[in-house]
């Protein structure tokens, strides 16, 4: 009779059975996967920096070249900001880069004046993470409500107004939302002088616990989180919408109205929990196109966060800085993707036991 | 029989008919006269206006006037000329990127939902992984080791980084399909990969390719502009995104009588993606309303 | 305008029906005009009584149903009828039920509307292997319906779903902490007629519970539904379009085309002496362990384009029987022997002419 395709095997008894589950498969399994990425990247990373010709590092022996120094030397000073032999065979040097990274560390800074490339990125990657991460957070649950509202309202004057505002914020890139916001709220509304919204925190703000700290804080992170929001709110709102749309017609809610229960619960515990499932696996696209956008969103503002560092290590070719970011960012959205995932096989439960994959 | 080789048929004839459901929906067609009034100005503006390649003290800029209908930039430069002139590049990239996305995103989707097995496995996992890296990173990163100013290799690089995304729905898009009664019915019948694959489902998938070519062409406006926004492809010619990137740079940001300078190519840009998207969506709409809600 | 009929009452016994249903009539808006999916429909159903309502795809059956629990979707409209439902104390010392009150349903405001499903009448839905929550366990299932009605909390709640789990003959043991996938179809179907008796409603509706189920499990539903039956005082209404299931749960039958109740009576009159030609053809499309292949037969054509009615008897284009009387006036109900009633210009000879029918059903089946 027992259909339940569990592959647990039940032979002493567990107090949080639901809890092993998860551990036994899901969560290990999640986690294993996150690292096979990291590593993936990692290892990609590390042949077109090193193993390319015309590669980054080739680039920059031949500007020190240039510059008057000899081949060998040239040699001993990119190894030396790279954390690498370069002299050693490839797989050996493919070995010593994992290892530095395994310890954090990235090498130094061609340009600031010989940093450590994890100092730097540990500076700035507080604010990239407050501003995406609120922002993202935000428009996830912000689109979640109106995609929903839409969906009941449907045909009406709303749905056709939210519907196309939100195909508009869709389409217009972040960086144009940016300028026009500034435009508007500087120039045309005068109501905050631009050069005062530059920047992460005014000069003179000390950080600590104090009020004028948060304040201006916030006061920095407003646009660009603004910014975010708006460029990512309505994907968010369509998916929902056509999300629920499609839930609506499940034969569970009508069985849950049969059943007599109040629209408050069929709404969240029926509807809205159903019909927010598929974007959750929405959330790594979403994730990695907002830090990707972040990279001029922050180079606008002038906002101190890894964006920015990233634009100035463009700019002077300043290629560990940039493996660094590069890394860290893909780090940070692989592990948001496997928070999201959890997030995801805990409101689903189907998630949980199915095996492999998709 | 007849049955089972129908919608090779309507290959041709489902053409016509997009047509005309476009032209009836108001959204979709307004999208498609501005991409046709963009792309014909776009090209052939430029053998009519004079070039703007010359400094002009005496009107620097300038707000709206009837001389002038969109203001004049930095230099003196008509914005308006400026826009004629910078539109030739971002289409030639868009339309380029686009095709190869969609061709690149059609093979490996359709690879991977017909053969299935581990190649399905593998081919989704890089799909899954090709996800979490953050596209334009890579891309600005990419173009500081790869002199970009070949249009082309521009493309290609777009295709090479945005396909996966589109290759997921192309590859259930087939899964569906496979499962129609005709493809079915054809493959029980033996009449061989190529047969059903350009015959039975191509035909019926075609909507579907083409929003996703959209798709892919805003996607690479974005990546495009973005790119030149940040001064990383040198382009020699006039380019929206160089307009602006030029006027960000000269502040006009902070200026009120610069403000046009900008809005100039930020309202092309946008305007011209909210064509593309409103397009995409109304054919969405017409032909398969579920299909986009499970990405 | 057609008289009400009390389906098959035994005269002596003056209790109020648990439902009543007198001239009920849905349309549905369409884009080419109004479907009128039931059309002047009057029936009772007694306390203890399992009516089923049997009919083809189409033939306004589940509309019926969704109507008695006020669960019709917005393009739908009552335009006349009332539907009234008696609420019974439980039962006076010398055995008869005591009308407590009853319920105008269509008169009940949206929240009384609420309390009112299941708790009074619940609804069993077709296609039931998605009618639970997927993300929801069992037990948080029956949770949400009993909080929804003030009913049963906590222990006690679970000891009573404990029990009518076990009234569908499931282990609550392995069920009340499952989630609905763990479960298999039947199942499932077997925990939501559990939900159904939960609050103990005077009357279950059963819209085609064993479809899209596998002959076994379909055997074991029906099974489950026949041990309810003895077990349980309540009143069902059982819609399906096979009449053999109908045969085995039913104390009465009522044979449901275009809409319109067209023959009703006890189920061994339904069976043994059938009137009207649509249940004949019922009847002789099902197929039966020691009839051949010859014997059975379906009926041709198909159901009618509910938006375009036939004129006269809307049977008229399938019916063997059909002469100009047939296609110009609508016959009435009849009572023709006490309890059952048929709608048909020919029903005196219709058996008669059963034979017929069967051959020219035969032959329009082969050209």
Same mark, same amino acid.
């Given at each position: 009779?027992?259909?339940?395709?569990?592959?647990?095997?039940?032979? #002493?008894?567990?107090?949080?059975?639901?809890?092993?589950?998860?551990?036994?498969?899901?969560?290990?399994?999640?986690?294993?996967? %996150?690292?096979?990425?990291?590593?993936?990247?990692?290892?990609?990373?590390?042949?077109?920096? #090193?193993?390319?010709?015309?590669?980054?590092?080739?680039?920059?022996?031949? +500007?020190?070249?240039?510059?008057?120094?000899?081949?060998?030397?040239?040699?001993?000073?990119?190894?030396?900001?790279?954390?690498?032999?370069?002299?050693?065979?490839?797989?050996?040097?493919?070995?010593?880069?994992?290892?530095?990274?395994?310890?954090?560390?990235?090498?130094?800074?061609?340009? $600031?004046?010989?940093?450590?490339? =994890?100092?730097?990125?540990?500076?700035?990657?507080?604010?990239?993470?407050?501003?995406?991460?609120?922002?993202?957070?935000?428009?996830?649950?912000?689109?979640?409500?109106?995609?929903?509202?839409?969906?009941?309202?449907? +045909?009406?004057?709303?749905?056709?107004?939210?519907?196309?505002?939100?195909?508009?914020?869709?389409?217009? !890139?972040?960086?144009?939302?940016?300028?026009?916001?500034?435009?508007?709220?500087?120039?045309?509304?005068?109501?905050?002088?631009?050069?005062?919204?530059?920047?992460? /925190?005014?000069?003179?703000?000390?950080?600590?616990?104090?009020?004028?700290?948060?304040?201006?804080?916030?006061?920095?992170?407003?646009?660009?989180?603004?910014?975010?929001?708006?460029?990512? &709110?309505?994907?968010?709102?369509?998916?929902?919408?056509?999300?629920?749309?499609?839930?609506?017609?499940?034969?569970?809610?009508?069985?849950?109205?049969?059943?007599?229960?109040?629209?408050?619960?069929?709404?969240?515990?029926?509807?809205?929990?159903?019909?927010?499932?598929?974007?959750?696996?929405?959330?790594?696209?979403?994730?990695?196109?907002?830090?990707?956008?972040?990279?001029?969103?922050?180079?606008?503002?002038?906002?101190?966060?890894?964006?920015?560092?990233?634009?100035?290590?463009?700019? =002077?070719?300043?290629?560990?800085?940039?493996?660094?970011?590069?890394?860290?960012?893909?780090?940070?959205?692989?592990?948001?993707?496997?928070?999201?995932?959890?997030?995801?096989?805990?409101?689903?439960?189907?998630? @949980?036991?199915?095996?492999?994959?998709? | 029989?007849?049955?089972?080789?129908?919608?090779?048929?309507?290959?041709?004839? *489902?053409?016509?008919?997009?047509?005309?459901?476009?032209? #009836? $929906?108001?959204? =979709?067609?307004?999208?498609?006269?501005?991409?046709?009034?963009?792309?014909?100005?776009?090209?052939?503006?430029?053998?009519?206006?004079? !070039?703007? $390649?010359?400094?002009?003290?005496? *009107?620097?800029?300038?707000?709206?006037?009837?001389?002038?209908?969109?203001?004049?930039?930095?230099?003196?430069?008509?914005?308006?000329?400026?826009?004629?002139?910078?539109?030739?590049?971002?289409? *030639?990239?868009?339309?380029?990127?686009?095709?190869?996305?969609?061709?690149?995103?059609?093979?490996?989707?359709?690879?991977?939902?017909?053969?299935?097995?581990?190649?399905?496995?593998?081919?989704? *996992?890089?799909?899954?992984?090709?996800?979490?890296?953050?596209?334009?990173?890579?891309?600005?990163?990419?173009?500081?080791?790869?002199?970009?100013?070949?249009?082309?290799?521009?493309?290609?690089?777009?295709?090479?980084?945005?396909?996966?995304?589109?290759?997921?729905?192309?590859?259930?898009?087939?899964?569906?399909?496979?499962?129609?009664?005709?493809?079915?019915?054809?493959?029980?019948?033996?009449?061989?990969? !190529?047969?059903?694959?350009?015959?039975?489902?191509?035909? $019926?998938?075609?909507?579907?390719?083409?929003?996703?070519?959209?798709?892919?062409?805003?996607?690479?406006?974005?990546?495009?502009?973005?790119?030149?926004?940040?001064?990383?492809?040198?382009?020699?010619?006039?380019?929206?995104?160089?307009?602006?990137?030029?006027?960000?740079?000269?502040?006009?940001?902070?200026?009120?009588?610069?403000?046009?300078?900008?809005?100039?190519?930020?309202?092309?840009?946008?305007?011209?993606? /909210?064509?593309?998207?409103?397009?995409?969506?109304?054919?969405?709409?017409?032909?398969?309303?579920?299909?986009?809600?499970? &990405? | 305008?057609?008289?009400?009929?009390?389906?098959?009452?035994?005269?002596?016994?003056?209790?109020?029906?648990?439902?009543?249903?007198?001239?009920?009539?849905?349309?549905?808006?369409?884009?080419?005009?109004?479907?009128?999916?039931?059309?002047?429909?009057?029936?009772?159903?007694?306390?203890?009584?399992?009516?089923?309502?049997?009919?083809?795809?189409?033939?306004?059956?589940?509309?019926?149903?969704? %109507?008695?629990?006020?669960?019709?979707?917005?393009?739908?409209?009552?335009?006349?009828?009332?539907?009234?439902?008696?609420?019974?104390?439980?039962?006076?010392?010398?055995?008869?039920?005591?009308?407590?009150?009853?319920?105008?349903?269509?008169?009940?405001?949206?929240?009384?509307?609420?309390?009112?499903?299941?708790?009074?009448?619940?609804?069993?839905?077709?296609?039931?292997?998605?009618?639970?929550?997927?993300?929801?366990?069992?037990?948080?299932?029956?949770?949400?319906?009993?909080?929804?009605?003030?009913?049963?909390?906590?222990?006690?709640?679970?000891?009573?779903?404990?029990?009518?789990?076990?009234?569908? @003959?499931?282990?609550?043991? @392995?069920?009340?902490?499952?989630?609905?996938?763990?479960?298999?179809?039947?199942?499932?179907?077997?925990?939501?007629?559990?939900?159904?008796?939960?609050?103990?409603?005077?009357?279950?509706?059963?819209?085609?519970?064993?479809?899209?189920?596998?002959?076994?499990?379909?055997?074991?539903?029906?099974?489950?539904?026949?041990?309810?039956?003895?077990?349980?005082?309540?009143?069902?209404?059982?819609?399906?379009?096979?009449?053999?299931?109908?045969?085995?749960?039913?104390?009465?039958?009522?044979?449901?085309?275009?809409?319109?109740?067209?023959?009703?009576?006890?189920?061994?009159?339904?069976?043994?002496?059938?009137?009207?030609?649509?249940?004949?053809?019922?009847?002789?499309?099902?197929?039966?362990?020691?009839?051949?292949?010859?014997?059975?037969?379906?009926?041709?054509?198909?159901? !009618?384009?509910?938006?375009?009615?036939?004129?006269?008897?809307?049977?008229?284009?399938?019916?063997?029987?059909?002469?100009?009387?047939? @296609?110009?006036?609508?016959?009435?109900?009849?009572?023709?022997?006490?309890?059952?009633?048929?709608?048909?210009?020919?029903?005196?000879?219709? #058996?008669?002419?059963?034979?017929?029918?069967?051959?020219?059903?035969?032959?329009?089946?082969?050209?």
């Amino acid at each position: 009779m027992s259909t339940i395709s569990v592959p647990v095997t039940t032979e #002493r008894p567990v107090s949080f059975p639901w809890l092993r589950r998860i551990t036994s498969n899901f969560l290990l399994r999640r986690l294993l996967k %996150a690292l096979f990425t990291i590593w993936t990247v990692t290892t990609l990373i590390f042949f077109v920096i #090193r193993a390319m010709p015309g590669s980054p590092v080739d680039i920059f022996v031949n +500007d020190l070249v240039l510059k008057g120094l000899t081949e060998e030397e040239a040699m001993r000073r990119a190894a030396s900001l790279l954390h690498i032999d370069l002299s050693e065979p490839l797989p050996k040097q493919y070995v010593e880069f994992l290892g530095n990274l395994a310890r954090g560390d990235l090498g130094i800074s061609y340009i $600031n004046r010989g940093q450590e490339v =994890s100092t730097l990125i540990a500076q700035r990657l507080p604010w990239t993470l407050f501003s995406v991460g609120t922002s993202l957070i935000i428009s996830f649950f912000l689109g979640i409500f109106l995609g929903m509202i839409i969906a009941y309202k449907r +045909d009406t004057w709303l749905d056709h107004l939210l519907t196309n505002i939100a195909a508009g914020l869709d389409a217009i !890139p972040a960086y144009m939302t940016a300028i026009v916001l500034i435009i508007l709220i500087s120039l045309v509304w005068k109501i905050v002088p631009a050069g005062e919204l530059r920047g992460s /925190l005014s000069a003179g703000i000390k950080p600590g616990f104090t009020f004028d700290f948060f304040g201006d804080v916030l006061k920095h992170v407003a646009l660009p989180a603004l910014v975010y929001i708006l460029a990512s &709110v309505g994907s968010w709102m369509l998916t929902m919408k056509s999300s629920t749309v499609s839930t609506l017609g499940e034969d569970y809610v009508t069985v849950a109205k049969a059943r007599g229960l109040p629209e408050s619960r069929i709404i969240t515990a029926y509807v809205g929990r159903n019909a927010s499932l598929p974007l959750f696996t929405r959330f790594a696209l979403s994730i990695a196109f907002i830090l990707g956008g972040s990279v001029i969103i922050e180079k606008i503002f002038t906002y101190q966060g890894i964006g920015l560092l990233l634009t100035q290590a463009l700019y =002077s070719r300043d290629y560990p800085v940039m493996q660094g970011i590069f890394l860290v960012t893909t780090i940070a959205v692989v592990f948001s993707n496997a928070i999201a995932d959890l997030l995801y096989g805990f409101l689903d439960p189907r998630i @949980r036991v199915q095996g492999e994959g998709n | 029989m007849a049955a089972i080789t129908a919608p090779f048929g309507s290959a041709i004839s *489902e053409t016509g008919k997009t047509f005309k459901l476009i032209a #009836r $929906n108001p959204a =979709s067609f307004i999208g498609l006269l501005v991409l046709v009034v963009i792309t014909i100005v776009s090209l052939v503006g430029p053998m009519v206006i004079p !070039p703007q $390649n010359h400094a002009n003290v005496a *009107e620097i800029l300038e707000g709206p006037s009837s001389r002038h209908i969109l203001g004049t930039d930095f230099q003196g430069s008509d914005n308006l000329a400026l826009l004629v002139y910078g539109g030739k590049d971002i289409l *030639e990239v868009a339309f380029v990127a686009g095709l190869l996305t969609t061709l690149l995103a059609v093979a490996v989707g359709s690879v991977s939902a017909f053969l299935g097995g581990i190649v399905d496995t593998v081919l989704m *996992e890089l799909v899954n992984i090709w996800l979490t890296i953050p596209q334009f990173p890579l891309l600005a990163i990419l173009a500081t080791m790869v002199k970009l100013s070949d249009i082309f290799l521009l493309a290609v690089l777009l295709a090479l980084l945005g396909w996966a995304g589109l290759a997921r729905q192309i590859r259930s898009q087939v899964l569906s399909l496979k499962q129609r009664d005709y493809v079915e019915a054809a493959m029980t019948l033996n009449l061989g990969t !190529p047969h059903i694959i350009f015959r039975e489902m191509l035909p $019926n998938m075609m909507s579907f390719v083409a929003i996703s070519l959209i798709f892919a062409a805003t996607s690479a406006i974005y990546q495009q502009t973005s790119l030149v926004f940040l001064g990383l492809v040198p382009f020699s010619s006039a380019n929206w995104g160089t307009t602006l990137s030029l006027a960000y740079t000269k502040g006009a940001i902070y200026q009120s009588d610069a403000a046009w300078t900008m809005l100039a190519p930020v309202g092309a840009i946008a305007l011209f993606q /909210l064509a593309l998207v409103s397009l995409s969506r109304s054919l969405d709409e017409v032909f398969n309303p579920r299909l986009r809600t499970s &990405v | 305008m057609q008289k009400h009929f009390a389906l098959g009452a035994p005269p002596l016994v003056i209790s109020q029906p648990t439902l009543s249903v007198k001239n009920l009539t849905v349309e549905y808006k369409a884009r080419r005009g109004a479907v009128q999916a039931v059309r002047n429909v009057s029936f009772d159903v007694q306390r203890g009584e399992v009516l089923a309502l049997i009919g083809e795809s189409g033939s306004g059956k589940t509309t019926l149903g969704l %109507a008695l629990v006020g669960l019709l979707p917005s393009t739908a409209r009552i335009s006349s009828g009332t539907i009234t439902y008696a609420r019974f104390k439980s039962t006076a010392p010398n055995g008869r039920a005591i009308p407590e009150r009853t319920i105008d349903v269509l008169k009940l405001s949206q929240n009384q509307l609420r309390e009112f499903r299941w708790k009074e009448c619940a609804m069993v839905f077709q296609g039931a292997l998605n009618a639970l929550n997927p993300v929801l366990r069992i037990s948080d299932q029956f949770a949400d319906t009993a909080k929804a009605h003030g009913y049963l909390q906590g222990k006690a709640l679970q000891e009573r779903a404990a029990h009518v789990l076990t009234l569908v @003959r499931l282990d609550p043991e @392995r069920v009340w902490r499952a989630y609905p996938h763990e479960l298999s179809g039947g199942m499932r179907q077997r925990v939501l007629i559990a939900l159904g008796l939960l609050l103990e409603p005077q009357l279950l509706i059963l819209d085609e519970p064993t479809t899209a189920l596998d002959i076994l499990t379909q055997r074991s539903i029906m099974d489950v539904l026949k041990e309810l039956r003895q077990r349980l005082d309540f009143s069902l209404i059982f819609i399906s379009h096979d009449l053999s299931l109908a045969a085995e749960l039913a104390d009465r039958v009522a044979t449901v085309y275009a809409g319109k109740i067209v023959e009703t009576g006890d189920v061994y009159t339904m069976f043994k002496n059938p009137r009207h030609p649509y249940t004949i053809g019922l009847i002789n499309a099902v197929p039966t362990l020691a009839g051949t292949k010859e014997e059975l037969t379906s009926i041709p054509g198909s159901p !009618p384009d509910l938006i375009n009615l036939p004129s006269g008897c809307k049977f008229h284009p399938r019916c063997p029987l059909a002469d100009e009387q047939t @296609r110009s006036i609508e016959p009435e109900m009849e009572e023709i022997a006490a309890g059952h009633w048929v709608m048909c210009w020919h029903w005196r000879t219709a #058996r008669e002419a059963l034979h017929v029918y069967k051959e020219k059903a035969v032959v329009g089946a082969e050209s």
